[in-house]
C-alpha cells in the first residue's frame, strides 16, 4: 500500500489561505491517483479535488472550483491543496487519499488515506 503524509493544516481568519501537503511514499503506479476530502464534525467525508500522477488530469467540487487548487510535483511525489478566501464554513479534518483505479469523488474508490490535518477558520 501507499503511505501518506499530510501537512499544512492550521488557524486562519476568513479570508485567508493555507497550502496543504501531502507526501506519498511506497508502491505507486502510474494510474495512481490523489485526492483531497474533508470532514466537520456530524458530517459526512466530503470530495473536494483530485489529480492524476501522470498527466495531472484534475477534478473539483464544483463549490470549490476557483477557491481551492489541486497541484502536484511527481519529482517530490506531494500532491497540494492551495486554499484561498477561507471561509469558516471550511473547517474541517482535510485527509488525503489515494487510489489505483480512476479520478472519483466518491471516498470508498480511495485506498490509502493520511492521518488528517485540521483546517480552522475563525470568523
Known amino acids: 500500500q501507499v503511505q501518506l503524509v499530510e501537512s499544512g493544516g492550521g488557524s486562519v481568519q476568513a479570508g485567508g489561505s493555507l497550502r496543504l501537503s501531502c507526501v506519498a511514499s511506497?508502491?505507486?503506479?502510474?494510474?495512481?491517483?490523489m485526492g483531497w476530502f474533508r470532514q466537520a464534525p456530524g458530517r459526512e467525508r466530503d470530495f473536494v479535488a483530485a489529480?492524476?500522477?501522470?498527466?495531472?488530469?484534475?477534478y473539483y467540487e464544483e463549490s470549490l472550483k476557483g477557491r481551492f487548487t489541486i497541484s502536484k510535483d511527481n519529482a517530490k511525489n506531494t500532491v497540494y491543496l492551495q486554499m484561498n478566501s477561507l471561509k469558516p464554513e471550511d473547517t474541517a479534518i482535510y485527509y488525503c487519499?489515494?487510489?489505483?483505479?480512476?479520478?472519483?469523488?466518491?471516498?470508498?474508490?480511495?485506498?490509502?488515506w493520511g492521518q488528517g490535518t485540521q483546517v480552522t477558520v475563525s470568523s
Open positions: 511506497g508502491r505507486t503506479f502510474s494510474r495512481y491517483v
Open positions: 487519499a489515494g487510489n489505483m483505479h480512476y479520478i472519483s469523488s466518491a471516498p470508498y474508490e480511495y485506498d490509502s
Open positions: 489529480i492524476s500522477w501522470s498527466d495531472g488530469t484534475t
